[in-house]
């Protein structure tokens, strides 16, 4: 084996240990790094990366742990990023949840919810659920049940819940307060006469009234004798202002929906650049996070709470979360589940809390995922490797394991013996599990295509075998040293039909659909399968880390988690 060969082992093994399977741009960093003459000729370079990497890929964790013994590797401090926050006082801080309860909640929530519980549990402070619950056409009681289930099932609690639209006699009070002020105004605007103020930067004559007639029109609001769209409150902001938003934004609307909580008490709705900092305000919260996404609204935030003379907190803006080719709009992906070509928000191919859950990744792995950046409001799109090579590293010492064969073909072996005793683990005690074993045994269809005659081979944990017939396929159990090849088996006489879901992106490079973003692999795992708990994640070996989704008469669904 060449220098360079050797150092693409190395680091290909390492790349797959780390992250389940070894991924040739990820190793050819390394090589390039390590020895800059593989760059002289990179196309034999990349061939021989591919060819190692498919080697590698076909070992189990544990043939690939015990050669990279054979390696040195530079040892890799990994430091928890501490969440240091300014003017945090112990037993004074208070955070919060703000979900609105109109969607399923995401990866990109757990974010904001676990910097915020982190923040407040680190202080010995306080965490307030909030239902921002002030946009009634969107909002369903099941989605506050669906958030509320996403922030348990992650390990996280609170001391407070509230709602939003229990505040509205509050909101609508400081509302009368900024037009006696002459703060705000009632407006009867079309919405393309005020967007093309806001170009213009000029404000509409409803900005001239008088207190007196705006105190009316919102008079008139409250009383239902403005319809949807008919009149609008507005803030006098900064017409003039090169940031937009505060070129006079809406405070309040007509939207005649009922609310999934208050029904059809209140008709005027405050938007989000009242309710937001408004409600921050008066739960006295000292360290709201919220997205960089509403950055440019921070001075929104801060002028309207300073003309309503009220506390102020310093916002925490943080980066938000996306995930390569795994979109959370619900724009996208309502279609998409509606049309049956995802089977619901708790799909496992999608990045929903329901959808994380389902796919077997553990509430631990997302946590430590989310929480990798700390603080920050550097843009980075997300890599669900990494997600996953922390679901690996908490599922591997507690997984067991278990056998599986794709696309079985049958084969003859005789000499074998009628049972066999296999470790649930390699490593921890978890004690063994007896499989009964025929002479007729099932090897995967892609395994078989490459044998040949005469050759030996092992049957993983049971026998070495000679191969002395292809066709009909047959052979003999036969002693001597172990083969450097190992093949995964299913006894005849202990199957139970089985389907593993393999996962991938969920869009592909263009943003389209990926119509194999779930490939249905059909085989045969072995009978002690029938005790597994639907829910509970296991390791088929040379496969992966698999959740059984659920049990059928006569079969086992399986997902393949990483």
């Known amino acids: 084996m060449s220098v360079l060969e050797d150092l693409i082992r190395k680091y290909a093994l390492k790349n797959a240990f780390d992250y389940g399977k070894a991924n040739p741009g990820s190793v050819v960093g390394k090589i390039v790094a390590e020895y800059p003459d ?14 190692i990497i498919q080697q590698v890929n076909k070992m189990s964790k544990e043939e690939i742990e015990k050669e990279m013994a054979n390696y040195q590797y530079a040892q890799k401090e990994e430091k928890e990023k501490e969440l240091e926050v300014e003017n945090a006082e112990e037993g004074k801080v208070i955070t919060r949840y703000p979900p609105e309860p109109n969607g399923w909640p995401h990866i990109g929530h757990a974010k904001a919810f676990c910097l915020s519980w982190t923040i407040a549990r680190k202080y010995k402070g306080k965490v307030i659920l909030r239902w921002d619950d002030t946009n009634p056409e969107a909002e369903k009681a099941e989605y506050v049940e669906a958030i509320r289930d996403g922030i348990k099932w992650l390990g996280l609690d609170w001391d407070e819940e509230v ?10 009070s400081l509302c009368e307060q900024l037009i006696r002020q002459d703060d705000a105004y009632f407006c009867t605007c079309s919405q393309e006469k005020i967007s093309k103020g806001r170009q213009n930067a000029r404000r509409c004559e409803c900005g001239r009234q008088s207190v007196e007639k705006n105190l009316d029109g919102w008079r008139k609001m409250l009383n239902g004798e403005i319809g949807e769209g008919e009149g609008v409150i507005r803030l006098k902001g900064d017409m003039a202002s090169l940031n937009t938003v505060m070129r006079d934004p809406t405070l309040f609307r007509v ?4 609310h999934f909580r208050q029904g059809k008490k209140y008709k005027v709705w405050p938007t989000y650049d009242f309710q937001g900092p408004v409600m921050d305000s008066l739960l006295k919260i000292t360290h709201p996070i919220r997205s960089k996404e509403y950055e440019l609204r921070d001075e929104l935030y801060y002028y309207l709470l300073g003309k309503l003379k009220l506390y102020t907190p310093k916002i925490i803006s943080i980066a938000r979360l996306s995930i390569k080719n795994a979109p959370v709009s619900k724009r996208l992906l309502r279609p998409l589940v509606e049309s049956g070509k995802l089977w619901g928000w ?10 994380l859950r389902r796919r077997g990744i553990l509430p631990e792995a997302i946590k430590r995922y989310v929480l990798r950046g700390g603080i920050t409001k550097s843009e980075s799109e997300g890599d669900w490797e990494i997600l996953l090579a922390e679901n690996r590293k908490l599922l591997d010492p507690i997984a067991r394991h278990y056998f599986f064969v794709a696309d079985p073909v049958k084969i003859k072996v005789s000499g074998l013996p009628p049972k066999v005793q296999l470790r649930y683990h390699p490593k921890e005690e978890l004690g063994f599990r007896e499989m009964a074993v025929s002479e007729e045994i099932y090897l995967s269809k892609d395994d078989v295509a490459n044998l040949k005659k005469g050759e030996r081979i092992r049957l993983k944990d049971l026998a070495n075998i000679e191969i002395t017939s292809l066709n009909p396929l047959e052979a003999k159990v036969v002693g001597g040293e172990l083969p450097q090849k190992k093949l995964q088996w299913i006894s005849n006489a202990a199957k139970t039909k089985c389907t593993v879901a393999a996962i991938s992106d969920l869009l592909n490079e263009n943003g389209e659909f990926n119509e194999k973003s779930m490939v249905l692999k059909e085989g045969y795992c072995e009978d002690n399968c029938a005790s597994i708990k639907e829910g509970e994640t296991i390791q088929f070996e040379r496969v992966g880390f698999c959740r059984l989704d659920k049990k059928e008469k006569d079969k086992l669904f399986f997902i393949l988690t990483c």
């Open 346 to 355: 708790d799909d496992p191919r999608l990045p929903t809390l329901a959808g």
């Open 38 to 51: 593989a760059k002289k000729d990179m196309k034999k370079t990349m061939q021989l990366v591919n060819d």
């Open 163 to 172: 709602y939003c639209s229990d505040y509205i006699p509050t909101m609508y």
């Open 255 to 258: 939207i005649t929906a009922p």
